[in-house]
């Protein structure tokens, strides 16, 4: 079954803390995945996916097959970075019809 | 800003009464999908739609209901078969390129009492 988990409801450290929001996946096939967040009220947008092994915002993901892990990763955080933070994997409909699996979301909160 | 519009923000209904909640776009994209979003539930998928007059149930299309007659648009109808029918709901759309990224409008939070 196609999956992804995020054991974490919420995340709290202070700011300049080193940040890791976990998430794992079920998936037969070769995995895309990708982060999705969600400040306070504004709407819920990309931030990164493991294909353009990018860092925006200083956050940076690994996919790591082995453990079918993509943990998100920050090593300073800002206050700025509370938020809610969706894990979602990229899975295969019957019928060659693509859709996004999502995680249950960790919200993160930076205290000063 | 553009994109994916939703209205309304705010939608309250009585109790039986079905409700249809709007979502168009403007960046041109062939697949069109509507989640719903519940605290400790993360997204999930309703109805997807890849292009115009077709569209597929996501995994919690009960009581729910699309149509896609145009490529900009894709209204979702909340029914009264669903029973638990208060929550945020999110439409999001998608074109076909490689990186496939959603894009996702505002939301519109729906109460039914």
């Known amino acids: 079954a196609q999956r992804v988990t995020q054991p974490e409801k919420l995340l709290s450290v202070f700011k300049g803390a080193p940040v890791e929001l976990k998430c794992n996946y079920s998936y037969s096939g070769s995995p895309e995945l990708f982060w999705y967040v969600q400040y306070s009220r504004q709407r819920l947008q990309l931030l990164l996916r493991h294909i353009s092994r990018e860092s925006i915002k200083g956050f940076t993901a690994d996919l790591n097959k082995g453990e079918t892990s993509f943990h998100l990763k920050k090593p300073f955080a800002q206050e700025e970075d509370s938020a809610m933070y969706y894990c979602a994997l990229r899975g295969m409909f019957s019928g060659g019809y693509n859709k996004l699996i999502f995680g249950a979301g960790t919200r993160l909160a930076v205290h000063p | ?113």
């Open chain 2, 1 to 113: 800003d553009g994109g994916i519009t939703q209205s309304p923000k705010y939608l309250f209904r009585k109790e039986g009464q079905n409700v249809t909640l709007s979502c168009e776009q403007n960046l041109n994209h062939d697949a069109m999908y509507w989640y719903r979003q519940d605290p400790g539930q993360g997204l999930r998928l309703i109805y997807y739609s890849q292009i115009v007059n077709d569209f597929q149930k996501g995994d919690i299309a009960e009581g729910y209901s699309v149509s896609r007659e145009k490529k900009e648009s894709f209204p979702l109808t909340v029914t009264s078969a669903q029973k638990n029918p208060t929550a945020f709901y999110l439409c999001a759309s998608s074109g076909q390129s490689l990186s496939y990224e959603q894009y996702f409008g505002p939301g519109t939070r729906l109460t039914v009492t």
